[in-house]
């Protein structure tokens, strides 16, 4: 994790463009950040920004934020020369797995669940309650029988069996759904290189 001012004097650019670029990032493309009391971001992921920045930023200023030298004389960034090193793929590479890690570990624990495997269970559901649920006018007549033979205490009690019969359906349909979950998602598994 990084403060904007490292990233600004490594580019060579100013603090105020790294900084709405990664507040841009931190709320579009769910950049890791850190923030202080007052919700202001104050470290931040360098090597998924440095990912993000490549991907959605323009190109032709990515490039240049690369090629040119940090204006200040005298001092060296600690991050070295802006250019793509070894050292920086590797540290890259480093950040990569630990965030892979961490995945790896919230999704053990139970944590996470991709947002469109979510969606589609989701519907999925919603179509089997909304099913059981048209079914019910079926169930009149066995309704009409129970207020018929014993009023409205008969009503109740064919109600509250239909109610625990339907629990029962989609409880047992969501307990489905979970159980052809996948175990692991390749999306966050490392690559063999």
Do not use: C
């Not at 920004?49 to 960034?77: I, M, N, Q």
């Not at 029988?145 to 009690?157: F, M, N, Q, T, Y």
């Not at 109610?163 to 598994?189: H, Y």
Request: aromatic share 4%.
């Amino acid at each position: 994790m990084v403060a904007p001012a490292h990233v600004a004097e490594r580019d060579g650019v100013t603090k105020q463009a790294i900084t709405k670029l990664v507040r841009d990032l931190a709320q579009k493309s769910e950049l890791p950040v850190e923030r202080d009391g007052r919700g202001r971001i104050v470290r931040f992921s360098l090597a998924h920004f440095d990912h993000l920045r490549e991907r959605y930023a323009s190109s032709e200023k990515v490039t240049a934020a690369r090629a040119s030298p940090p204006a200040v004389s005298g001092s060296k960034s600690q991050y070295g020369p802006a250019e793509n090193s070894r050292d920086e793929a590797l540290r890259q590479e480093a950040w990569l797995k630990v965030g892979r890690e961490r995945l790896r570990q919230q999704e053990d624990a139970g944590n996470l669940v991709r947002a469109d495997m979510l969606a589609q269970a989701h519907a999925r559901a919603g179509r089997e309650i909304q099913s059981l649920i048209a079914r019910l006018p079926n169930s009149a007549d066995d309704l009409a029988v129970a207020v018929s033979k014993e009023g409205a205490h008969g009503l109740r009690v064919a109600l509250r069996e239909k109610a625990f019969e339907i629990n029962s359906k989609i409880a047992e349909l969501l307990a489905n759904l979970a159980v052809q979950a996948r175990e692991s998602d390749p999306a966050i598994e490392e690559t063999e290189a």
